[in-house]
């Protein structure tokens, strides 16, 4: 799948979508690139899973911010056939009180998957969650970079960023 297919994909998805709008961060653009729409159509979650389970090694484990991570992370797993974990955004306040849901043992590197990354808080949040939990975390998979300073955010964490699609290539020759 090119980088052409995946902006095609989101676009027929209608994940992209124009206006006024605000942002979790607090500001306003005038895209939005609406994360359910394009994790609950089947062409391109699979068309998403496929890009990253390409990206991976054997022995790497996922960790998908919750919330819009998480289906990446399930769909990634079944097609790279590797286990993932759930880095939540805080800890539960009930039953094992986990923070990290899932099998993580100490040492194992994890590849964190997130859907947009805009300033990378949330995306650095996981990584530090899961590095406190006894993952070595150095990369992260993202759909979609709003090219708003989240990579170079990602990057003061120590951790490389790709992204399957830049907001750049996402909005270039827009109809």
Do not use: W
């Not at 729409?37 to 391109?44: G, H, I, Q």
């Not at 099998?103 to 969650?129: C, M, P, Y």
């Not at 490389?160 to 699609?165: S, Y």
């Amino acid at each position: 799948m090119t980088t052409q297919d995946l902006i095609d994909a989101l676009r027929e998805s209608e994940a992209v979508q124009f206006g006024e709008f605000e942002l979790a961060h607090g500001g306003t653009s005038e895209y939005y690139v609406d994360k359910y729409l394009f994790e609950t159509d089947p062409r391109c979650l699979e068309a998403i899973a496929e890009a990253f389970a390409d990206r991976l090694a054997d022995d790497d484990k996922l960790g998908g911010v919750a919330l819009g991570g998480v289906p990446l992370a399930a769909a990634t797993s079944v097609a790279a056939g590797v286990p993932y974990v759930i880095a939540r955004k805080q800890r539960k306040e009930y039953g094992t009180a986990n923070q990290i849901e899932g099998r993580l043992e100490e040492g194992e590197t994890v590849v964190v998957v997130e859907d947009i990354v805009t300033t990378g808080t949330s995306l650095v949040d996981a990584v530090e969650a899961l590095r406190d939990a006894g993952a070595t975390v150095d990369r992260a998979l993202v759909v979609v970079d709003r090219q708003e300073g989240g990579r170079e955010n990602v990057a003061d964490a120590g951790v490389e960023m790709e992204a399957l699609v830049t907001a750049e290539e996402l909005l270039a020759d827009r109809d």
